[in-house]
């Protein structure tokens, strides 16, 4: 709001009396939120449909109203420091010289805020949101390793596989676990630079699609759960490693089977030059 100050003068032959009466007007500005991602460009549009129509036009950022970006409209001069800020901006900010509305490039975290564009006849305030990139999560099983007696072992655990999804340096983001589309558990953060994990238990013969999606308001990352891959039973894990054994048995049987056929070969051929000798 602002306090305006009204004065009407009367004139009289003798005396020139000014009244004078304070009032209270709306200051009336319009707010309009804005999302992007980090690295992407944005554009505040001022609304002016011709530069000409106005006189100045000044773009401010943050709760100090540091000014960032100006058109003086009757100089023809365009002024976007680069210094201001400790340089937050620097080699990021254009105006479109014929609307004046504020392009933002290779945008940053750093650049969320409020942005507010004044001319003698516009005010206009964006508040941006500037998103990180997300990492695409991490699914690992978290079973016990096997053990000899672990197989010995009926408990229900060993009928279930436990998994975690995990994402490291995130911040404002969902992690949710999905079983087709629907939602099966999810923890949301809003502080930055902050590592989440959720916890799932499955079966070792489940059938069904799972997924673990991290995800914010404007984009998110998937990962489909191999079940076959992470999810074995410390018998599978016996079996394969036997299967490994005998192959590798083989293998040493094999080679040694070539190079005693070699060693015979070369006795042969002595032996027969011996007798022709």
Not at 97 to 114: A, F, P, Q, V, W
């Amino acid at each position: 709001t602002a306090a305006v100050l009204f004065c009407v003068e009367y004139l009289s032959k003798t005396t020139n009396l000014c009244l004078c009466s304070s009032g209270v007007f709306a200051d009336t500005v319009t707010v309009k939120s804005v999302s992007v991602l980090e690295g992407d460009s944005v554009t505040l549009h001022s609304g002016v449909t011709a530069i000409t129509d106005v006189e100045q036009i000044l773009w401010r950022f943050g709760s100090e109203n540091t000014l960032i970006a100006e058109i003086d409209v009757l100089a023809g001069i365009v002024t976007v420091p680069d210094n201001v800020l400790g340089g937050r901006f620097r080699d990021r900010l254009k105006l479109d010289h014929k609307t004046g509305s504020l392009i933002i490039t290779n945008t940053r975290t750093e650049h969320t805020g409020d942005y507010q564009l004044q001319t003698s006849s516009v005010r206009k305030r964006f508040t941006l949101t500037v998103y990180a990139r997300l990492p695409v999560p991490v699914i690992i099983s978290n079973s016990s390793q096997c053990s000899s007696s672990s197989s010995s072992s009926s408990s229900s655990s060993q009928q279930n596989c436990s998994l975690v999804c995990s994402v490291v340096n995130v911040g404002h983001v969902t992690l949710s676990w999905y079983k087709g589309n629907s939602l099966l558990s999810s923890i949301s953060v809003s502080d930055l630079s902050i590592s989440l994990s959720l916890p799932l238990e499955v079966e070792y013969q489940e059938k069904n699609s799972y997924s673990c999606v991290i995800n914010n308001p404007i984009t998110n990352q998937t990962t489909h759960l191999n079940i076959t891959q992470l999810c074995q039973r410390c018998s599978d894990v016996h079996i394969h490693s036997c299967d490994t054994v005998e192959a590798v048995m083989r293998l040493v049987v094999t080679a040694l089977m070539g190079v005693a056929s070699a060693a015979a070969a070369v006795l042969l051929v002595n032996d027969v030059r011996s007798a022709r000798g």
